[in-house]
């Protein structure tokens, strides 16, 4: 088995007929939640699939969609916009599953734009170009993450962070383009985005495991960089141990950094340190253990979203120490004296400007860097959401989208 195979798990319910998937969809007991009515949309769908809804004029594309806040997807089909002169046109060939999914399927925000084609970890082949496209030519390997558009004229275009483009940057999926049209993501057959945003995938890379580092990769790598958390000996405390706390410890290691991984599951200390790598690992409930800590750590990268006390960490920095926040839970409280007595500082980050993102997908690359993923087939999606939610997943779920979508 290669190094990039061990991090890969294949589900066993895996069934590439469409069929296949509609039984294993209605007959999985994990579904006995889902109401009848839900699953009469399912089958209904399906039999019904050539009168879905088509957007644009360009290419024909397969997906699964939520209708509705049930957020239960099913087949979908709509057609993508015709290749512009800078445009790249991408089959998809997989895609990762990421807490967003579940949060515009669900309409957890009230803004979701129904039908939503959730999905924004895309990796795939490129099978035509636009004739200014300069960056790419058929048959590149390549991934596109979190927005696909941005003005390209502000501050922050202009420094290549165009996640805060003064205009808005632009979903990948349930997003507003500035010509009006809804976004629709990487649960879908193809792709078509400005050149801008799609990112090179060196060949010797698996493309089921280049999804993943497009939100979860680069939402920790970017503030890790920005915070000069790259520096070999210092250490590295990793509040969290999900999709994004393991490349969090994946990229400490990488950098050189004694990391301890915080978790409120001592379930979690024989992945954490057997699986993953890391140096020490501490349950933060252990008051005695967290105290033992003190001031010992020269960062902190915080990715978990649920409510907790963010006091107890602040006291494990070093002088000058620095608590990155890229979770998002309801409320963020601390001492002042926990900050400004030790001269620290607390920044938030959610992910990367275009060209750190290209930066870490060739530093993962270089490094044999790749996320522990399970594969899935595309009828699988619904499970796969819920087990998100549940917090059941060890790291990504990422769909076989070239073998399971057709």
Known sequence: MSKSDENVRTNDIFKPNLNQHLHSWTQNKSQTSHSKDQRAVFVLSVFFSEAMSSEGVGEDCLAWAARDASGVLSPYKFNRRELGSEDVYVKITHCGVCYADVIWAKNKHGDSKYPVVPGHEIAGVVAKVGPNVQRFKVGDHVGVGTYINSCRECEY???????????????????????????????????????????????SYPLASAGPLLCAGITVYSPMIRHNMNQPGKSLGVVGLGGLGHMAVKFGKAFGLRVTVFSTSMSKKEEALSLLGADQFVVSSNQEDMRALAKSLDFIIDTASGDHLFDPYM????????????????????????????????????????????????????????????????????????????????????????NSLK
């Open 315 to 402: 006291s494990l920095l070093k002088i000058s120490g620095v608590l990155v926040l890229v979770g998002f839970p309801s409320e963020v409280k601390f001492s002042p004296a926990s900050l400004n007595l030790g001269s620290r500082t607390v920044a938030g980050s959610v992910t990367g400007g275009t060209k750190e993102i290209q930066e870490m997908v060739d530093f993962c690359a270089a490094n044999g860097i790749h996320p522990d993923i399970e594969l899935i087939p595309i009828g699988y999606s619904n499970e796969a959401l819920e087990r998100v939610v549940n917090k059941d997943v060890k790291y990504r779920f990422v769909i076989d989208i070239e």
């Open 157 to 203: 275009c202009n420094d290549r962070f165009e996640v805060h483009c003064v205009k808005g940057s632009v979903y990948t999926f349930n997003g507003v383009d500035y010509d009006g049209t809804i976004t629709k993501g990487g649960y879908s057959t193809s792709i078509v985005v400005h050149e801008r945003y799609c990112f090179l995938i060196p060949k």
